[in-house]
């Protein structure tokens, strides 16, 4: 048997390096994720403040959504958006409102702030348009004011009017 088959070779010591290096990039790895899970600005602590902020923020989305349900604020009672928009001019069958958030998804997650006491607050700008068909008819912007309160676990999306 000559020299270059001989199973009395030290490969010992390879195989220690490998499983060193196989350690420390798994520790790396997991320094690497845990700091960048810390700085994740959608990370939360949902235990302080009744939701996750990322759940919060598509709730106070979803509740843009439901026009029926969506109210004003106005010197200090609450009308629905759909009484208040037809205050204006009358909507024709077909027409739909719409209330979408106008920011960028960075300004969103920002707006987000804990609230005292545990909880949620956000304010934004929403623009309200009527939907007919193709067209599109932009009737302005109102500030969106959305918050989660922890104690009851709900969270409550309203617009106001300018000056309210």
């Not at 009358?90 to 958030?101: C, R, S, T, V, Y």
């Amino acid at each position: 048997m000559s020299e270059h088959t001989s199973s009395n070779r030290h490969g010992g010591l390879g195989r220690t390096l490998l499983w060193v290096a196989v350690v420390l990039t798994v520790a790396l790895l997991s320094f690497v994720m845990a700091v960048t899970t810390r700085s994740n600005p959608i990370y939360s602590d949902r235990e302080a403040n009744g939701i996750s902020k990322y759940k919060f923020i598509e709730v106070c989305k979803e509740a843009l959504e439901d026009n029926d349900e969506l109210t004003v604020s106005a010197g200090g009672q609450s009308l629905p958006l759909k009484t208040l928009v037809e205050q204006g001019s009358p909507l024709k069958p077909g027409d739909e409102i719409h209330a979408e958030l106008e920011a960028e998804p960075a300004q969103v997650v920002r707006a987000a702030q804990p609230a005292e006491g545990g909880g949620w607050t956000m304010t934004g700008p929403v623009t309200i348009a009527v939907h007919s068909g193709e067209r599109v008819n932009a009737l302005g912007q109102l500030p969106l004011q959305c918050s989660h309160d922890k104690k009851t676990g709900k969270t409550i999306a309203q617009l106001s009017l300018p000056g309210q």
